[in-house]
């Protein structure tokens, strides 16, 4: 039997235990916004990178799509390339068809994915992951196939062009203001996210991908959970594809293809899947590798494939936590340390 000391000691280990589950990663969110810090510094220095900050922005949005049903749920969709593209085509028929506020097209495009993932998710919600990945892929070539063949709605192989300005409640946004707004849209959801994954629903949804029978006989109905994520994840990246639409001013059916989804999955194994916003780094780092170094733009694709295989077998939970193990390696050295 414990000791009241010892109950008393494992009562604050416990404790400790359970604050750490639910206060927020507010290291990884510091690291985060020290990081956006210097990226729009970065950015100040030319239209060049100001683009790449968009694009990155887009591709973090995407990854933080996928975070929540693939790294949280376990839960593999493929279908994240057609969901952007709702997301950037959602704004470009607004944009071009009407003269609401295009606002609303970013809200209409996650709704859409949204539907749509989960109409998804119920036609696979029997079967084995393996069929929802299969499944999603197979819907994101067919709607490409369909964007490319409906001129009349999508504006076929040309897209949609001469998109509008965004703006908001009568504002138009400048350039840098753009910049800016982008930035803090990937902190703020990345932000709810990490909030997410540490509220009890998320602890329940990563129970889902070691111990789903668990999850099911607590009372927990696990299909619907499942569906919710994916739902989730779909709104996201369709925020990616309106974030890119509405800085590029186009959209077309090869903007938005299967190949972007293979990309995202890198995001976060680089970055670090124990917080979303390894995601984020990742994408940082795709956008660097296979488009701002000159030097290896051209195999730069390799690179990351190959970059990807070494974090895998040296550090599985991606950069995040390697630094993590470093930073704590470096401080039990210098508490070791022998003082003169």
């Known amino acids: 039997m414990a000791t009241p000391v010892e109950s008393r000691a494992d009562g604050g280990r416990a404790s400790v235990a359970l604050r750490r589950r639910v206060t927020p990663d507010l290291r990884s969110l510091a690291l985060a916004v020290i990081g956006s810090a210097t990226l729009l510094a970065w950015a100040s220095q030319s239209a060049f990178n100001q683009d790449l900050l968009l694009l990155t922005g887009a591709y973090a949005l995407i990854a933080l799509g996928m975070y929540?049903?693939?790294?949280?749920?376990g839960k593999l969709s493929l279908a994240y390339g057609a969901y952007a593209a709702m997301g950037g085509y959602s704004v470009g028929l607004v944009a071009s068809r009407s003269s609401w506020p295009l606002i609303v097209a970013w809200v209409l495009g996650a709704l859409v994915a949204a539907t749509a993932a989960t109409i998804l998710g119920l036609a696979t919600r029997r079967l084995s992951n393996w069929y929802l990945a299969s499944v999603t892929i197979l819907f994101a070539v067919a709607f490409e196939s369909w964007l490319q063949e409906n001129d009349g709605i999508t504006g076929g192989a040309g897209g949609i062009a001469g998109i509008r300005d965004f703006e908001l409640l009568g504002w138009t946004l400048t350039r840098d203001q753009s910049v800016y707004a982008a930035v803090a849209l990937v902190l703020v959801v990345g932000l709810a996210i990490d909030r997410m994954r540490l509220s009890a629903w998320g602890v329940?949804?990563?129970?889902?991908?070691?111990?789903?029978?668990?999850?099911?006989?607590?009372?927990?109905?696990?299909?619907?959970?499942?569906?919710?994520?994916?739902?989730?994840?779909?709104?996201?990246?369709?925020?990616?594809?309106?974030?890119?639409?509405?800085?590029?001013?186009?959209?077309?059916?090869?903007?938005?293809?299967?190949?972007?989804?293979?990309?995202?999955?890198?995001?976060?194994?680089?970055?670090?899947?124990?917080?979303?916003?390894?995601?984020?780094?990742?994408?940082?780092?795709?956008?660097?590798?296979?488009?701002?170094?000159?030097?290896?733009?051209?195999?730069?694709?390799?690179?990351?494939?190959?970059?990807?295989?070494?974090?895998?077998?040296?550090?599985?939970?991606?950069?995040?936590?390697?630094?993590?193990?470093?930073?704590?390696?470096?401080?039990?050295?210098?508490?070791?340390?022998?003082?003169?």
């Open 204 to 340: 329940t949804a990563r129970t889902v991908r070691e111990e789903p029978l668990v999850v099911e006989t607590s009372g927990v109905r696990v299909p619907t959970l499942v569906l919710l994520a994916l739902a989730f994840g779909a709104a996201v990246a369709s925020l990616g594809g309106a974030l890119f639409t509405s800085s590029v001013g186009s959209i077309t059916p090869d903007t938005f293809t299967v190949h972007l989804v293979f990309l995202a999955l890198f995001m976060p194994l680089i970055g670090g899947v124990g917080t979303p916003w390894g995601a984020t780094l990742g994408a940082a780092l795709v956008v660097q590798l296979t488009l701002n170094s000159s030097s290896i733009s051209s195999s730069g694709t390799l690179i990351l494939s190959v970059g990807v295989i070494l974090m895998l077998l040296l550090s599985p939970n991606g950069l995040l936590t390697m630094a993590d193990r470093l930073r704590r390696v470096i401080g039990d050295l210098l508490v070791r340390r022998p003082t003169r």
């Open 68 to 73: 929540v049903p693939f790294v949280m749920v």
